[in-house]
Protein backbone atom coordinates (compact mmCIF):
# COMPACT_ATOMS: atom_id res chain seq x y z
CA UNK A 1 0.00 0.00 0.00
CA UNK A 2 1.43 3.31 -0.74
CA UNK A 3 2.19 5.64 2.10
CA UNK A 4 -0.29 8.28 0.66
CA UNK A 5 -2.86 7.62 -1.98
CA UNK A 6 -4.94 9.68 -4.32
CA UNK A 7 -7.78 9.43 -7.07
CA UNK A 8 -5.23 10.25 -9.93
CA UNK A 9 -8.79 11.75 -12.01
CA UNK A 10 -8.84 13.43 -14.04
CA UNK A 11 -11.32 15.22 -13.07
CA UNK A 12 -13.42 16.91 -15.44
CA UNK A 13 -15.93 19.94 -14.03
CA UNK A 14 -17.44 22.98 -15.58
CA UNK A 15 -16.78 26.53 -14.59
CA UNK A 16 -18.46 27.23 -11.44
CA UNK A 17 -18.63 23.70 -10.09
CA UNK A 18 -17.70 22.96 -6.47
CA UNK A 19 -15.06 19.76 -6.47
CA UNK A 20 -14.16 17.92 -3.78
CA UNK A 21 -10.64 15.90 -3.85
CA UNK A 22 -9.86 12.90 -0.87
CA UNK A 23 -6.60 11.38 0.13
CA UNK A 24 -5.61 8.99 2.14
CA UNK A 25 -2.19 8.22 4.44
CA UNK A 26 -1.32 5.33 5.92
CA UNK A 27 1.32 6.34 9.01
CA UNK A 28 -1.26 7.24 12.28
CA UNK A 29 1.59 9.14 13.34
CA UNK A 30 1.65 11.74 10.66
CA UNK A 31 1.67 15.13 12.01
CA UNK A 32 2.03 17.81 8.64
CA UNK A 33 -0.02 17.64 6.00
CA UNK A 34 -0.17 20.02 2.66
CA UNK A 35 -1.97 20.44 -0.49
CA UNK A 36 0.44 21.53 -3.26
CA UNK A 37 -0.43 23.08 -7.19
CA UNK A 38 1.16 21.65 -9.74
CA UNK A 39 1.00 22.98 -13.34
CA UNK A 40 1.70 20.60 -16.67
CA UNK A 41 5.50 21.16 -16.73
CA UNK A 42 6.06 23.10 -13.63
CA UNK A 43 6.96 22.78 -10.20
CA UNK A 44 4.87 22.18 -7.03
CA UNK A 45 4.15 25.08 -5.21
CA UNK A 46 2.25 25.24 -1.57
CA UNK A 47 -1.65 26.03 -2.34
CA UNK A 48 -2.24 25.54 1.79
CA UNK A 49 -1.74 24.03 5.10
CA UNK A 50 -4.08 21.62 6.60
CA UNK A 51 -4.62 21.67 10.12
CA UNK A 52 -6.39 19.39 12.33
CA UNK A 53 -9.11 22.16 13.17
CA UNK A 54 -9.78 22.34 9.50
CA UNK A 55 -8.73 25.46 7.46
CA UNK A 56 -10.24 28.31 4.49
CA UNK A 57 -8.05 30.07 1.81
CA UNK A 58 -10.79 31.98 -0.34
CA UNK A 59 -12.89 29.43 -2.54
CA UNK A 60 -10.33 26.77 -0.84
CA UNK A 61 -10.90 24.38 2.01
CA UNK A 62 -8.51 21.79 3.21
CA UNK A 63 -10.24 19.32 6.14
CA UNK A 64 -8.25 16.39 8.25
CA UNK A 65 -9.68 13.46 9.60
CA UNK A 66 -7.18 11.53 11.99
CA UNK A 67 -9.50 8.95 12.63
CA UNK A 68 -10.06 7.72 9.04
CA UNK A 69 -6.59 9.07 8.30
CA UNK A 70 -7.62 11.28 5.12
CA UNK A 71 -7.27 14.77 3.99
CA UNK A 72 -9.83 16.55 1.65
CA UNK A 73 -9.60 19.84 -0.63
CA UNK A 74 -12.77 21.31 -1.35
CA UNK A 75 -12.78 23.65 -4.54
CA UNK A 76 -16.10 26.13 -4.88
CA UNK A 77 -16.99 27.88 -7.94
CA UNK A 78 -13.99 26.17 -10.26
CA UNK A 79 -12.32 28.74 -12.41
CA UNK A 80 -9.93 27.55 -15.53
CA UNK A 81 -6.80 28.59 -13.98
CA UNK A 82 -7.76 26.22 -11.33
CA UNK A 83 -7.24 23.68 -13.65
CA UNK A 84 -3.68 21.68 -12.70
CA UNK A 85 -2.65 18.73 -10.62
CA UNK A 86 -3.07 18.53 -6.61
CA UNK A 87 -0.80 16.59 -4.73
CA UNK A 88 -1.61 15.84 -1.05
CA UNK A 89 1.40 15.96 0.99
CA UNK A 90 2.40 14.03 4.48
CA UNK A 91 5.18 13.80 6.12
CA UNK A 92 6.76 10.60 6.55
CA UNK A 93 7.94 8.10 9.13
CA UNK A 94 11.57 9.65 9.49
CA UNK A 95 9.40 12.93 10.70
CA UNK A 96 11.88 15.24 8.42
CA UNK A 97 10.90 14.09 5.16
CA UNK A 98 7.94 14.61 3.59
CA UNK A 99 5.91 11.67 1.18
CA UNK A 100 4.01 13.09 -1.64
CA UNK A 101 0.54 11.10 -3.20
CA UNK A 102 0.37 10.97 -6.98
CA UNK A 103 -1.74 13.58 -7.67
CA UNK A 104 -5.01 14.49 -8.85
CA UNK A 105 -5.76 16.14 -12.10
CA UNK A 106 -8.40 18.60 -12.54
CA UNK A 107 -9.49 20.29 -16.13
CA UNK A 108 -12.17 22.94 -15.59
CA UNK A 109 -14.07 23.35 -18.72
CA UNK A 110 -15.70 26.72 -19.94
CA UNK B 1 8.33 33.35 -4.92
CA UNK B 2 11.00 32.16 -2.77
CA UNK B 3 14.48 32.34 -4.49
CA UNK B 4 15.31 28.95 -5.85
CA UNK B 5 17.24 28.41 -9.11
CA UNK B 6 18.48 25.26 -10.72
CA UNK B 7 21.27 25.05 -13.62
CA UNK B 8 21.00 23.99 -15.57
CA UNK B 9 17.53 23.81 -16.81
CA UNK B 10 17.72 20.88 -19.48
CA UNK B 11 20.62 18.70 -20.48
CA UNK B 12 20.19 15.60 -22.85
CA UNK B 13 23.56 13.19 -22.22
CA UNK B 14 24.90 9.99 -22.96
CA UNK B 15 25.01 7.25 -21.20
CA UNK B 16 28.37 6.70 -18.97
CA UNK B 17 28.22 10.00 -18.78
CA UNK B 18 28.90 11.92 -15.44
CA UNK B 19 26.03 14.58 -14.52
CA UNK B 20 26.06 17.54 -11.97
CA UNK B 21 22.67 19.48 -11.16
CA UNK B 22 23.02 22.63 -9.18
CA UNK B 23 20.32 24.30 -6.43
CA UNK B 24 21.09 27.27 -5.74
CA UNK B 25 19.07 29.19 -2.82
CA UNK B 26 19.18 32.83 -1.78
CA UNK B 27 16.53 32.37 1.06
CA UNK B 28 19.18 31.65 3.96
CA UNK B 29 17.39 27.74 4.60
CA UNK B 30 18.88 25.40 6.35
CA UNK B 31 16.89 22.20 4.75
CA UNK B 32 17.62 21.25 1.00
CA UNK B 33 16.41 17.94 -0.87
CA UNK B 34 17.12 16.56 -4.37
CA UNK B 35 13.78 14.81 -6.08
CA UNK B 36 12.67 13.40 -8.88
CA UNK B 37 9.69 12.94 -10.51
CA UNK B 38 8.64 10.62 -13.04
CA UNK B 39 4.84 9.18 -14.54
CA UNK B 40 3.33 6.60 -12.26
CA UNK B 41 5.83 7.51 -9.12
CA UNK B 42 5.16 10.79 -8.33
CA UNK B 43 7.96 12.70 -6.49
CA UNK B 44 10.36 10.35 -4.78
CA UNK B 45 13.07 11.78 -3.31
CA UNK B 46 17.04 11.30 -3.40
CA UNK B 47 18.73 12.69 -0.85
CA UNK B 48 18.43 15.97 1.57
CA UNK B 49 21.00 18.30 3.28
CA UNK B 50 20.27 19.31 6.86
CA UNK B 51 23.48 21.70 7.14
CA UNK B 52 26.14 22.28 5.13
CA UNK B 53 28.23 19.10 4.74
CA UNK B 54 25.52 17.09 6.34
CA UNK B 55 23.27 15.16 4.08
CA UNK B 56 21.65 11.79 4.07
CA UNK B 57 20.02 9.88 2.18
CA UNK B 58 15.94 9.57 0.82
CA UNK B 59 14.24 7.13 -1.10
CA UNK B 60 15.69 6.84 -4.29
CA UNK B 61 19.46 7.19 -3.59
CA UNK B 62 21.26 4.69 -5.27
CA UNK B 63 23.20 5.77 -8.66
CA UNK B 64 23.31 9.55 -7.31
CA UNK B 65 25.65 11.58 -4.77
CA UNK B 66 25.07 15.00 -3.21
CA UNK B 67 27.85 18.10 -1.89
CA UNK B 68 26.76 21.25 -0.25
CA UNK B 69 30.19 23.51 0.99
CA UNK B 70 28.29 26.32 1.31
CA UNK B 71 24.62 27.15 2.86
CA UNK B 72 23.02 28.27 -0.63
CA UNK B 73 24.25 25.40 -3.23
CA UNK B 74 23.13 21.82 -2.88
CA UNK B 75 24.63 19.77 -5.74
CA UNK B 76 23.01 16.35 -7.05
CA UNK B 77 25.85 14.26 -9.24
CA UNK B 78 24.91 11.44 -11.29
CA UNK B 79 28.07 9.25 -11.49
CA UNK B 80 27.73 7.45 -14.58
CA UNK B 81 24.51 8.24 -16.13
CA UNK B 82 22.15 5.34 -17.12
CA UNK B 83 18.61 5.68 -18.62
CA UNK B 84 16.45 5.33 -16.06
CA UNK B 85 18.01 8.49 -14.66
CA UNK B 86 15.90 10.23 -17.18
CA UNK B 87 13.69 12.63 -15.37
CA UNK B 88 12.31 15.88 -14.33
CA UNK B 89 14.66 16.70 -11.01
CA UNK B 90 13.38 19.12 -8.41
CA UNK B 91 15.33 20.98 -5.55
CA UNK B 92 13.29 22.03 -3.34
CA UNK B 93 14.20 24.02 0.73
CA UNK B 94 12.90 24.35 3.77
CA UNK B 95 13.74 26.49 6.97
CA UNK B 96 13.68 23.91 9.39
CA UNK B 97 12.46 20.32 9.74
CA UNK B 98 9.92 18.89 8.72
CA UNK B 99 9.07 17.24 12.26
CA UNK B 100 7.93 21.33 12.70
CA UNK B 101 5.38 20.84 10.10
CA UNK B 102 7.68 23.12 7.44
CA UNK B 103 6.70 23.51 4.11
CA UNK B 104 9.21 23.18 1.27
CA UNK B 105 9.21 25.29 -1.87
CA UNK B 106 10.31 23.83 -5.14
CA UNK B 107 12.97 25.16 -8.00
CA UNK B 108 11.79 25.55 -11.32
CA UNK B 109 13.25 21.79 -12.34
CA UNK B 110 15.83 20.31 -14.39
CA UNK B 111 14.67 18.06 -17.51
CA UNK B 112 17.24 15.38 -17.48
CA UNK B 113 16.95 12.58 -20.97
CA UNK B 114 19.77 9.93 -20.62
CA UNK B 115 20.37 8.78 -24.43
Known amino acids: RKEVEQDPGPFNVPEGATVAFNCTYS??????FFWYRQDCRKEPKLLMSVYSSGNEDGRFTAQLNRASQYISLLIRDSKLSDSATYLC???????????FGGGTRLMVKP | DAGITQSPRHKVTETGTPVTLRCHQTENHRYMYWYRQDPGHGLRLIHYSYGVKDTDKGEVSDGYSVSRSKTEDFLLTLESATSSQTSVYFC??????????????FGPGTRLTVT
Open chain 2, 92 to 105: AISESGLGGGYEQY
Open chain 1, 89 to 99: VVNSNAGNMLT
Open chain 1, 27 to 32: NSASQS
